[in-house]
């Protein structure tokens, strides 16, 4: 699962490395690309109470930086940080709540392996109930060798 999860939160980034490979100056450059924006809408591969996606959505800060080299090896981050709100599975029930998260990811990649991980963290209070709190904390690894076996493959999630 965390495989497939975290290709989908680096599926931005790499879609990105694969245009910027295809798009990049004479063999001997590097390509730098950066990207800002005020919205933040992503998700993550568990939920407080394990399995599962907690989506967020809200204004904020996102950054992402994009390096491709000659060789088609390409790093890849998304920081965001901002006022959102987020549905997570907690207690056995869906719930949403309102506050402040910090994301971040990165994907390195080359023709020899690939990483992935990011960590996320949430503090807000419940929209039905603002008397309830949530804080949030998740990270996740994930490393493909160079044989395409992936051979860390990690994520942790805890809330109170």
């Known amino acids: 699962m965390l495989t497939r999860t975290m290709a989908g939160l680096g599926a931005a980034g790499l ?11 004479p ?17 993550i591969p568990v939920t407080c109470d394990g399995p599962g996606t907690t989506p967020f ?13 000659n060789a088609g090896d390409s790093w890849f981050t ?25 994301l971040w990811f990165g994907s390195e990649d080359n023709n020899q392996n690939s990483v992935q991980h990011a960590t996320v963290n949430f503090n807000g209070v419940s929209i039905s109930d603002p008397s309830k709190s949530l804080t949030m904390h998740a990270a ?7 044989n395409g076996v992936l051979v860390v493959n990690n994520q942790t999630v805890s809330c109170q």
């Open 15 to 25: 879609l990105a490395a694969a245009i910027a490979a295809g798009a990049a100056a």
């Open 27 to 43: 063999a001997s450059a590097t390509t730098d690309q950066t990207w800002h924006s005020n919205q933040i809408s992503d998700s």
């Open 57 to 69: 959505s809200g204004p904020g800060n996102v950054v992402a930086h994009l390096t491709v080299n």
């Open 78 to 102: 998304t920081t965001e940080e901002g006022s959102v709100t987020l549905k997570t599975l907690w207690g056995g029930s869906w719930s949403t709540w309102a506050g402040h998260i910090q």
């Open 140 to 146: 996740f690894t994930a490393t493909v060798n160079a």
